[in-house]
């Protein structure tokens, strides 16, 4: 399933393009609040600069699209989309730029002591340059964590998101997968910690 974040004021263009996206891509969910526990795709705003960049500090690694007229200062992952616009249009850019993020993973990412290249399915320690391979789940659950911080994500989202599991499912998988990559990572006294845990789930250590 992909998120949607789409912030408007007008309830009838709302209502239209809720609709009309149900119909050219029926996998969407389209939200209309921002929600700190959700990980949203992508996030359209119609003619509401401020709240763009109030956006920007929450969605650090999610595409944005501002929908107007007016040249505004944009986050540096978002773009204007004029209006008017036809609505194939818009869904195609809603496209290509999910696709572009999704892209992003193919090549290295870095966040505190580690670089991780998801194309690869490698973590290298900045600090000794020894580099471990992961396995495909592994490699998830690192796409998924980057992509969600700074928000950290609970035990039932890993399960639902990463292994498509109903967040009912009583299962010790996810608890098992992150204390094998922290054996598998973390191999020295001097290695920082890859993963932090704290009440509210997994987060990266950036």
């Not at 600069?49 to 540096?76: A, C, Y």
């Not at 490699?139 to 639902?160: A, C, E, F, G, H």
């Not at 967040?167 to 922290?182: C, D, K, N, S």
């Amino acid at each position: 399933m992909t998120n949607i974040l789409f912030l408007s004021e007008s309830e009838l263009f709302r209502n239209d393009l809720k609709e009309q996206l149900a119909l050219y891509a029926p996998n969407f969910e389209i939200f209309e609040q921002y929600a700190e526990e959700t990980v949203f795709d992508i996030a359209i705003v119609d003619e509401l600069p401020k709240k763009l960049r109030e956006l920007q500090s929450h969605l650090r690694q999610t595409p944005i699209i501002f929908l107007g007229n007016e040249e505004t200062e944009l986050p540096v992952s978002s773009l204007i989309v004029k209006k008017p616009f036809k609505l194939y249009s818009l869904f195609d850019t809603v496209l290509s730029q999910i696709n572009l993020f999704s892209r992003r993973s193919d090549t290295s990412l870095s966040f505190g002591d580690y670089y991780f290249d998801s194309a690869q399915k490698t973590v290298t320690d900045k600090n000794s340059g020894n580099t471990v391979k992961l396995t495909e789940r592994e490699t998830m659950i690192l796409n998924y964590l980057y992509k969600s911080y700074p928000k950290p994500v609970s035990k039932n989202r890993l399960l639902s998101e990463v292994w498509q599991y109903s967040p009912e499912a009583t299962t010790h998988t996810v608890e098992t997968h992150i204390y094998r990559l922290r054996q598998k990572v973390e191999v020295s006294e001097a290695s920082s910690p890859i993963i932090i845990t704290g009440e509210s789930g997994y987060m990266l250590n950036f």
